[in-house]
């Protein structure tokens, strides 16, 4: 285990912000990560840690111990006719994970293809697209709580699961590193296709029963049509979250701008889309030297090359203005700024 310092973060943040951790290190397995947290540097430091940077923005260099978690593995715990257990690393690729199990036709997380990022940092936000959401295939996450330097199992219903949050996102945020998930896989299982991008994308293709590798083939088409790749251009996805607003609030708005979309979440609440709303204030496609909003998803802020972290968290906040002013609605971030 080396710590380095001054350590270059560019191309470890899928922004490609040019920004020095004080200092980082490389975590490659659960012991030392125990022996990390044993060491001086780490009880004197504040701490970031790393799960592929994709959901970070940096507002400058980083005056913290940064701890990359590169833990690797995938091992079959249990196999039925009907599902699969497998523990994966936190290191290891969310994608490439993924294209793992639809080689194997192992359902459940193909249409979470393309997402960017670890399969360690996927719980804390509940990743998901395309109709479905990481919660439905974990088991448990596994990790080192802080405080205490032991390890801990979460099973999927003390991971509090929610639209984009966790446990790990709130209680658990600065006392719990994830060193591996475990997730329940189907072998039988019916794809989901609903979504409305994926039904038509299959439609096109002239498919009327997909299998887990078509649903996957029509997730990535999709994504690399609509989103920024960030090895090309820095992104994090979604900048911000859809926002829930009450019904009241929402037919009132439907009055006004009767095109507006919602999908009821309950009773009481609907999720309307901010890149709707965002494109309805007229920032698609602008662009502020090498800031901008993408020109085919309106909710993606991108750094079109050497843009800053705060001239995107500038553009961000001037988004949320204009969306609260046309609006009334209050626009959460997605992405961490640092
Ligand atoms: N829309 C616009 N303008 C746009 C894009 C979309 O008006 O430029 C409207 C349309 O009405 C469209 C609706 O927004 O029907 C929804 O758009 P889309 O299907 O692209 O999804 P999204 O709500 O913008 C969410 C996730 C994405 C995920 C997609 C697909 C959040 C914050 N984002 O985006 O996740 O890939 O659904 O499931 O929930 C991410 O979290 O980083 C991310 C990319």
């Known amino acids: 285990m080396q710590i380095h310092e001054n350590y270059p973060l560019k191309n470890l943040n899928t922004f490609g912000i040019a920004a020095n951790a004080r200092y980082y290190v490389d975590i490659t397995s659960i012991e030392e990560l125990q022996e990390l947290i044993d060491s001086d540097i780490f009880k004197n430091s504040e701490r970031l840690i790393l799960g592929g940077g ?20 995938k091992k079959i715990l249990q196999e039925t006719e009907e599902f699969v257990e497998i523990e994966v690393g936190a290191g290891e690729n969310w ?30 936000q509940n990743i998901g697209a395309y109709g479905c959401e990481l919660k439905e295939t974990v088991e448990c996450v596994n990790g080192i709580e802080i405080s205490t330097n032991t390890f801990k199992k979460f099973c999927n219903l003390d991971c509090d699961f929610g639209y984009r949050t966790s446990y790990f996102k709130k209680e658990l945020k600065n006392d719990f590193i994830i060193t591996s998930v475990i997730f329940k896989l189907f072998k039988t299982k019916q794809p989901n296709s609903s979504y409305k991008d994926i039904s038509q994308e299959l439609e ?21 049509r609509k989103l920024p790749d960030p090895k090309v251009t820095g992104n994090a996805g979604s900048f911000f979250k859809n926002p829930y607003i009450p019904k009241a609030q929402y037919e009132l708005l439907k009055a006004d701008f009767p095109e507006i979309p919602g999908y009821p979440i309950d009773d009481s609440q609907i999720k309307v889309p901010a890149a709707w709303l965002i494109e309805q204030c007229g920032w698609k496609g602008k662009r502020f030297g090498d800031a901008g909003v993408h020109p085919n998803q309106a909710l993606v802020i991108v750094n079109y090359g050497n843009a800053t972290g705060r001239e995107l968290v500038d553009l961000s906040k001037k988004i949320q203005a204009s969306v609260k002013e046309k609006f009334g609605i209050e626009l959460e971030p997605e992405v961490w700024v640092i």
Do not use: Y
Request: charged share 15%; glycine share 8%; net charge negative.
């Open 204 to 224: 096109r293709l002239g498919i009327t029963n997909p299998t887990t590798q078509d649903i996957f083939d029509a997730v990535v088409s999709v994504r690399t």
């Open 95 to 124: 994608h490439d994970f993924v294209t793992f199990c639809v080689e194997h036709d192992f359902r459940g997380v193909e249409n979470l293809a393309l997402i960017p990022g670890t399969v360690g940092a996927a719980p804390i």
């Open 54 to 73: 994709s959901n970070m923005l940096f507002m400058g260099d980083v005056q913290k111990l940064v701890i990359d978690i590169t833990i690797p593995g």
